[in-house]
């Protein structure tokens, strides 16, 4: 059974920092590219960051030089270090595979607010 676990979230104020990591078990997890998401309220989730099998990492334009994705394939994980965080982050966060073939998990919140 194919879980994904995403923690790390909270409130942070504007400017600061938070590091979100996902956790996989049950699949083939260095086979697969991944990815961090994000929904914000009345929005479609989109992509923020992707990561290949490799480690060549992607980035969307409005988190490119703040956000930073990187995987441990030894231990399941995908992270996403957010700096600079901005009200305009708030979201919730998740991670799936980059072709988005895992069952989503709960995801974690980010608010970023004064």
């Known amino acids: 059974q194919v879980q994904l676990v995403e923690s790390g979230g909270g409130l942070v104020q504007p400017g600061g920092s938070l590091r979100l990591s996902c956790a996989a078990s049950g699949t083939i997890f260095s086979r697969l590219a991944m990815a961090w998401y994000r929904q914000a309220p009345g929005k479609q989730r989109e992509s923020v960051a992707g990561?290949?099998?490799?480690?060549?990492?992607y980035h969307a334009d409005s988190v490119r030089g703040r956000f930073t994705i990187s995987r441990d394939n030894a231990k399941n994980t995908v992270l996403l270090q957010m700096n600079s965080l901005k009200p305009e982050d708030t979201a919730v966060y998740y991670c799936n595979s980059a072709s988005k073939t895992l069952p989503w998990g709960q995801g974690t919140q980010v608010t970023v607010s004064s």
């Open positions: 990561i290949t099998t490799g480690g060549n990492a």
